[in-house]
């Protein structure tokens, strides 16, 4: 009897085998003749560019990794949740995938706000998630001379920001089901369009992108001397 014990696992009830290395990643494929080819996805194309579009292309790379993964989650949370070919209009499941995409839509626009700081020349800071402070930093760096449109596009681009800050302020709400203080971090229930909010990611990017950045900057200048004088 003690020698059965000693040859099963007394501690755990189901038993783990790691793949070998060289199944979950490689360096390099034998070729496009390599067999498991077919079972890999590369992890990064902007390794792949010149040294000096690389971080460029990365941050970028990034960003729409996220945006459409976001997306793609988004509708087969939906589709899974209204029931599909079923002819329910809503299923509840013990769980489902709004959290993981509102982590994905979040994150995206963490990584997006981060971005047009890179691109204001200003160094991002990556210690914080906080959306409303990085997003501070961010207005800092534009003119303070705005037109109409201007300020509406501003506007709603941080209202769209407080929709993702009620889901999760910090970065850490739909990671985590219980914060520092063995609070909920989610107590109440609530219903979220993901496919709404993704879309809006999409138009949020954009926007952002959108800046022109010389513009920006000539202008910024420009009231930097104009308060010098």
């Not at 945006?67 to 769980?95: D, P, S, W």
């Amino acid at each position: 009897m003690e020698q059965e014990k000693e040859n099963n696992s007394i501690i755990f009830k189901s038993c783990f085998h790691a793949p070998n290395e060289g199944e979950v990643y490689k360096s390099a494929m034998n070729k496009l003749s390599d067999k498991t080819l077919n079972n890999f996805t590369p992890t990064s194309m902007a390794t792949t560019a010149k040294e000096e579009f690389k971080n460029k292309l990365a941050i970028e790379e990034w960003v729409d990794s996220y945006v459409g993964a976001a997306k793609e989650l988004a509708q087969l949370n939906q589709n899974r949740c209204n029931g599909g070919k079923m002819g329910i209009r809503c299923v509840f499941y013990k769980y489902n995938y709004t959290l993981p995409t509102v982590f994905l839509i979040r994150h995206a626009v963490e990584l997006t706000i981060k971005e047009a700081i890179a691109k204001s020349g200003k160094e991002p800071n990556n210690s914080t998630h906080d959306l409303e402070k990085l997003w501070n930093f961010l207005s800092r760096q534009l003119p303070e001379r705005k037109t109409p449109n201007d300020m509406k596009t501003i506007q709603q681009l941080r209202t769209f920001l407080q929709y993702i800050s009620h889901l999760d302020s910090d970065g850490t709400k739909v990671r985590y089901a219980v914060d520092k203080k063995g609070n909920y971090t989610h107590a109440k229930f609530e219903w979220v369009d993901c496919i709404k909010l993704s879309n809006t990611l999409v138009t949020f990017v954009k926007t952002l992108r959108s800046i022109d950045w010389e513009y920006v900057k000539n202008s910024k200048a420009k009231e930097a001397k104009k308060e010098g004088d």
